[in-house]
């Protein structure tokens, strides 16, 4: 079965500093995607960025970054010089290609950017 | 255009209790998806509908669960004799169909169990 760890439960940053989230992941499959979702405090999950394994060019889109090594089951997610309007829960997701559509999703972590 | 919306946005039962939760997917989405997320966890599967068909409802707890979309749009997850451990948010997600597309999510409806 396939699982998704997210170490770290909070973390607390000033603003402007630079935040590296963790993800690792456990499957047995060799094809699948991997998804960063935020949750704002309204609740409501908004999609980030969809990477496939066999892709691991890392991505970077304006203050977002993200860095994909399936050699360590990892993808890793940096904002950099983060903004209060960061703070909220992101997770870390994996969808099987041969496991239906369903989202496995890691426990999250709770960013705080204060000023 | 119009995302996934979900009602009610709360809802407090008694333990025993039947309650419906409804979701009226983004418009043209085939795939609608059912998932739990209990406080300070991350969302957990529970069924997902490719069209008015339920393709894998394994993330069912107990027969007491059940989710219906019978005209191939809006779903109504159904939970009979509410116990309080089904206190959660009840979130719905839809998208284009394929397991590598975006899941839209919906707001959730929190479901309270007394």
């Known amino acids: 079965a396939q699982k998704v760890t997210q170490a770290q439960t909070e973390i607390s940053v000033v603003e402007k500093e630079d935040v590296t989230l963790d993800c690792v992941y456990e499957?047995?499959?060799?094809?699948?995607?991997l998804f960063w979702y935020k949750q704002p405090p309204s609740g409501e999950l908004v999609f980030l960025i969809r990477?496939?394994?066999?892709?691991?060019q890392n991505e970077i889109s304006g203050r977002y970054s993200w860095n994909f090594q399936k050699s360590t089951s990892s993808f890793n997610f940096t904002i950099t010089a983060s903004q209060v309007v960061d703070s909220a829960v992101y997770f870390c997701?994996?969808?099987?290609?041969?496991?239906?559509?369903?989202?496995?999703f890691g426990t999250g972590t709770q960013l705080k950017v204060e000023l | 255009g119009a995302g996934v919306s979900q009602t009610p946005s709360n809802k407090v039962t008694e333990k025993g209790k039947y309650v419906e939760l409804r979701c009226d997917p983004i418009?043209?989405?085939?795939?609608l998806y059912w998932y739990r997320q209990s406080l300070g966890q991350g969302p957990e599967f529970l069924i997902y509908?490719?069209?008015?068909?339920?393709?894998?409802d394994s993330g069912l707890p107990n027969d007491r669960f059940f989710a219906v979309r019978p005209e191939g749009s809006v779903s109504t997850l159904k939970i009979q004799r509410t116990e309080r451990g089904d206190s959660a948010v009840y979130l719905c997600?839809?998208?284009?169909?394929?397991?590598?597309?975006?899941?839209?999510f919906g707001p959730g409806t929190r479901l309270t169990v007394l």
């Open positions: 997600a839809s998208s284009t169909g394929g397991f590598y597309n975006e899941q839209f």
């Open positions: 499957t047995r499959d060799t094809t699948y995607y």
């Open positions: 990477r496939n394994s066999f892709d691991e």
């Open positions: 997701a994996l969808i099987l290609t041969g496991g239906g559509n369903k989202l496995t």
């Open positions: 418009s043209g989405h085939t795939a």
């Open positions: 509908f490719q069209g008015t068909g339920a393709a894998d």
